[in-house]
């Protein structure tokens, strides 16, 4: 903080806007430079304070939501029946845990985040492919959940004032937004974006709030809609399908649910690189996030039913439903339904952004340029381009949702894949944490010209298959049915493709450093990791050895 005196009154103005650069105080040009900011090097222990109960409010907040909500109704528009849309959805969920478990295991044993797996992975150079693609990625979903919470502004809004819920729309309808609904996006932006000031280890206790807010408002709106239908009813598929299209579909729906939270799973590092215990995280990885999503989704599915059974069309949208509700039958008890309703739903999409995008995504920025770029600024450059991207375009009719999500995990779970491999199989969960932050040939991390190009091939070969058919769902071009379903299928083409082909060629082609040394950065305290000590007596003799413990040493009191 900077503090700025006027008029005898002291305003205290936030670092990110005084200084281009991010340098604190005490740092020289070892612990500062292209590779190394603050922000990016391993937690030190004054700041891993998320436990076991951190980390169920952070995976409520990214499961109990809209997202979640919308996807066994989602897939009902394919042809399943409520039955296999949910298992379906507790399968993917699973999966989605398990990644979480696996790409948060770095986080965990060296408190570094996702830009060092893709470091260790991709190379110096090629981590920067991976973080732009899933930042990216980022962008278009933040934007998406950006733009639900101002529906649920405009929610809020419309049922305390009347004049407001019966603006006159003055926007084409080129625009794909009404007049009050960009109203509502603005506040949303203008109470979201200074959340981005607060440093992630903050967070924490926030999200145990969110989920209390996100479970009673789920909760009331799937009470309400079974009380005021009289009961439970199910909801039959849209079409009828074959029995052997009907299997596909199920494997679809699993990919969808996979692919979609893959996003989120697959940077998990960057969250329990501040876990106060070494098992603060696994818990609610591999139990909590199939149980909120398959929860959330099977009361989404049962509310939309019942909502269908009454006013004869389904709303997959929560928040939409509010506005339907609104619309048909304007009264007070309605009124003050909705308005808590939208409340829930507000902070809910408060939540979810914080812990699935911007603040992570402005984790993985600072690794890409950290001398301009911490945190705080990464996650202020998330939320501008979220805002300018007209996220609403993304979210018209469920078939469109459904391809959104393959399309995403179609990218992403090649790099799941690969990362996961490399950590677990490859290196055997042995890092040399100070070659993450050397950017020339004495890191084993710079492979070739700081790109391993084992990783790339495999990628790149990973998403080929799934290629074609993403043309065809996006442009509607007609090709063989096969290239469909292959990208109908792209998280399990990407994840278990990926992997393995990376697992295959490292054999062949050992990445550089063979026999793998464990080896921590420096400001760990002498931390022991699963009873391994940092580093044995003949590394820390070898000459280049000391210089990177000099440049650990360096950050170890920043």
């Known amino acids: 903080?900077?503090?700025?005196?006027?008029?005898?009154?002291?305003?205290?103005?936030?670092?990110?806007?005084?200084?281009?650069?991010?340098?604190?105080?005490?740092?020289?040009?070892?612990?500062?430079?292209?590779?190394?900011?603050?922000?990016?090097?391993?937690?030190?222990?004054?700041?891993?304070?998320?436990?076991?109960?951190?980390?169920?409010?952070f995976w409520v907040a990214a499961a109990v939501n809209s997202s979640a909500w919308s996807l066994g109704s989602s897939n009902l528009a394919n042809g399943l029946t409520a039955g296999e849309a949910i298992g379906m959805v507790f399968v993917g969920s699973v999966l989605a845990g398990l990644i979480a478990f696996v790409c948060g295991e770095p986080g965990v044993?060296?408190?570094?985040?996702?830009?060092?797996m893709s470091r260790a992975s991709f190379g110096m150079y090629g981590s920067y492919f991976v973080v732009m693609l899933k930042c990216f990625v980022n962008f278009i979903y933040?934007?998406?959940?950006?733009?639900?919470?101002?529906?649920?502004?405009?929610?809020?809004?419309?049922?305390?004032?009347?004049?407001?819920?019966?603006?006159?729309?003055?926007?084409?309808?080129?625009?794909?937004?009404?007049?009050n609904e960009l109203i509502g996006f603005v506040i949303y932006i203008i109470i979201f974006t200074p959340l981005m000031l607060v440093h992630p280890t903050r967070y924490h206790k926030y999200l145990w709030y969110a989920f209390g807010a996100s479970v009673a408002t789920m909760g009331g709106l799937f009470i309400w809609a079974i009380a005021a239908n009289g009961g439970a009813s199910v909801l039959g598929p849209s079409i009828v399908i074959?029995?052997?299209?009907?299997?596909?579909?199920?494997?679809?729906?699993?990919?969808?649910?996979?692919?979609?939270?893959?996003?989120?799973?697959?940077?998990?590092?960057?969250?329990?690189?501040?876990?106060?215990?070494?098992?603060?995280?696994?818990?609610?990885?591999?139990?909590?996030?199939?149980?909120?999503?398959?929860?959330?989704?099977?009361?989404?599915?049962?509310?939309?039913s019942a909502v269908k059974n009454m006013y004869g069309k389904a709303y997959w949208q929560?928040?939409?439903?509010?506005?339907?509700?609104?619309?048909?039958?304007?009264?007070?008890?309605?009124?003050?339904?909705?308005?808590?309703?939208?409340?829930?739903?507000?902070?809910?999409?408060i939540a979810v952004n914080l812990v699935q995008n911007s603040v992570a995504a402005g984790m993985d920025l600072a690794s890409i340029a950290p001398r301009w770029i911490d945190v705080k600024r990464g996650s202020l450059i998330m939320c501008f381009v979220g805002y300018l991207i007209n996220p609403w375009r993304f979210v018209n009719a469920p078939g469109t949702f459904i391809t959104v999500l393959n399309s995403f995990g179609m990218f992403i779970s090649p790099l799941a894949g690969i990362n996961a491999v490399d950590f677990w199989l490859v290196r055997r969960r042995i890092w040399k944490v100070p070659d993450l932050y050397v950017g020339n040939s004495s890191?084993?991390?710079?492979?070739?010209?700081?790109?391993?190009?084992?990783?790339?091939?495999?990628?790149?070969?990973?998403?080929?298959?799934?290629?074609?058919?993403?043309?065809?769902?996006?442009?509607?071009?007609?090709?063989?049915?096969?290239?469909?379903?292959?990208?109908?299928?792209?998280?399990?083409?990407?994840?278990?493709?990926?992997?393995?082909?990376?697992?295959?060629?490292?054999?062949?082609?050992?990445?550089?450093?063979?026999?793998?040394?464990?080896?921590?950065?420096?400001?760990?305290?002498?931390e022991v990791i699963d009873g391994m000590a940092d580093s044995g007596p003949d590394s820390a003799s070898d000459p280049e050895h000391q210089e990177k413990s000099r440049v650990a040493a360096s950050l170890k009191d920043v």
């Open 1 to 57: 903080m900077v503090s700025l005196t006027f008029r005898g009154h002291t305003a205290r103005v936030p670092r990110t806007f005084t200084s281009w650069e991010v340098k604190e105080e005490g740092q020289d040009e070892r612990s500062f430079n292209r590779w190394t900011n603050r922000d990016i090097i391993p937690a030190p222990p004054e700041e891993r304070n998320y436990t076991a109960k951190g980390y169920f409010g």
């Open 109 to 116: 044993q060296y408190h570094c985040g996702f830009p060092m």
């Open 142 to 179: 933040f934007g998406i959940q950006a733009y639900w919470g101002g529906l649920a502004v405009k929610v809020v809004l419309s049922s305390i004032f009347p004049s407001f819920q019966h603006m006159t729309n003055t926007l084409p309808a080129s625009a794909a937004i009404t007049t």
């Open 242 to 304: 074959s029995s052997s299209t009907r299997s596909f579909r199920m494997l679809q729906a699993v990919s969808s649910v996979a692919g979609s939270w893959t996003g989120s799973s697959i940077r998990q590092a960057d969250w329990t690189r501040y876990s106060k215990t070494k098992r603060a995280p696994v818990l609610n990885q591999l139990i909590t996030v199939p149980l909120t999503i398959t929860i959330t989704a099977m009361l989404g599915v049962f509310a939309t």
């Open 318 to 349: 929560p928040i939409q439903l509010l506005e339907f509700l609104l619309t048909h039958n304007y009264n007070a008890a309605t009124r003050a339904g909705c308005f808590f309703g939208g409340l829930g739903f507000f902070w809910s999409q």
């Open 443 to 526: 890191s084993i991390y710079w492979f070739t010209f700081g790109l391993n190009w084992r990783a790339f091939l495999c990628w790149t070969l990973s998403i080929w298959p799934s290629f074609p058919g993403f043309v065809q769902a996006i442009s509607g071009r007609k090709l063989a049915p096969g290239w469909l379903k292959c990208f109908q299928a792209a998280w399990f083409i990407g994840f278990l493709g990926g992997g393995l082909v990376y697992y295959i060629i490292c054999l062949i082609f050992p990445p550089p450093g063979r026999p793998y040394v464990r080896e921590l950065f420096g400001n760990e305290h002498n």
